[in-house]
C-alpha cells in the first residue's frame, strides 16, 4: 500500500530534478547567474570595513572608560569632576557604536541573504525576486540607520571632548563642529 503514494513524490522529485539540470546546463546562464549573485557580495566587504572602524572606535571608548573608573578613586577633586562629566559622553558613545554595530550586521546578512536568494533563484520554482527586493531594501535601510548612529557617535565625541577640554581650561583644538 506505501508503494503507491511513494510513486508520486518520487516522480516530481525527478521531474523536478531534471528541470533544474536543464535550466543549468547554459553555461552562460549559470555565468550570468553567478554574476548577479556575486555583485552585492562587494557590500559585505564595505560594510566589513564600516565593522572594523566601529570595533575600533568602541575598544577606545571602553578602554577610556575603564581607565577612568579604575583610576577615579585616585583622583583629586578637580579631576573626579572632569571625570564625572566624561562618563556619560563615554557611555553614550558605547551605544550608539552598538547600536551601528547591530545595523550593519544586519544589513550584511541581508546581503548575505539576497546574494544566496540571487544564486538559488534559477535552480528553484517559486518567483523570489520580490523577496530579494525587500532584503536589498532592508539592508539598505539598516545601512543608514548604522552611519547616522556613528555620525551621532562622532558629534558626540567632539562634544565630549570640547566639555572636558573646557573643564580643564584647556584651549580648543581643532574646529567647532
Do not use: W
Not at 572606535?57 to 578637580?78: K, M, P, Q
Not at 562629566?85 to 547600536?99: A, F, M, Q, S
Amino acid at each position: 500500500m506505501g508503494i503507491p503514494v511513494v510513486s508520486p513524490i518520487l516522480g516530481s522529485v525527478a521531474e523536478t530534478t531534471a528541470n533544474v539540470a536543464a535550466r543549468t546546463a547554459d553555461t552562460a546562464s549559470l555565468a550570468h547567474t553567478l554574476e548577479l549573485a556575486l555583485a552585492p557580495a562587494f557590500l559585505i566587504v564595505g560594510i566589513g570595513s564600516l565593522l572594523n572602524v566601529l570595533t575600533s572606535r568602541l575598544g577606545r571608548v571602553v578602554d577610556r572608560a575603564r581607565r577612568i573608573e579604575a583610576e577615579f578613586e585616585s583622583y583629586d577633586e578637580r579631576r573626579r569632576s572632569i571625570a564625572a562629566e566624561e562618563l556619560p559622553y563615554l557611555e553614550r558613545r558605547t551605544g550608539l557604536i552598538n547600536t551601528a554595530i547591530f545595523c550593519s550586521v544586519a544589513a550584511a546578512l541581508c546581503v548575505a541573504l539576497t546574494v544566496a536568494i540571487l544564486f538559488v533563484a534559477p535552480f528553484v520554482p517559486p518567483r523570489l525576486g520580490t523577496a530579494v527586493a525587500l532584503l536589498f531594501v532592508l539592508a539598505m535601510i539598516l545601512i543608514v540607520f548604522g552611519l547616522v548612529a556613528f555620525l551621532l557617535e562622532t558629534r558626540t565625541a567632539q562634544k565630549g571632548l570640547r566639555a572636558r577640554r573646557t573643564a580643564s581650561a584647556l584651549p580648543p583644538t581643532g574646529p567647532r563642529l
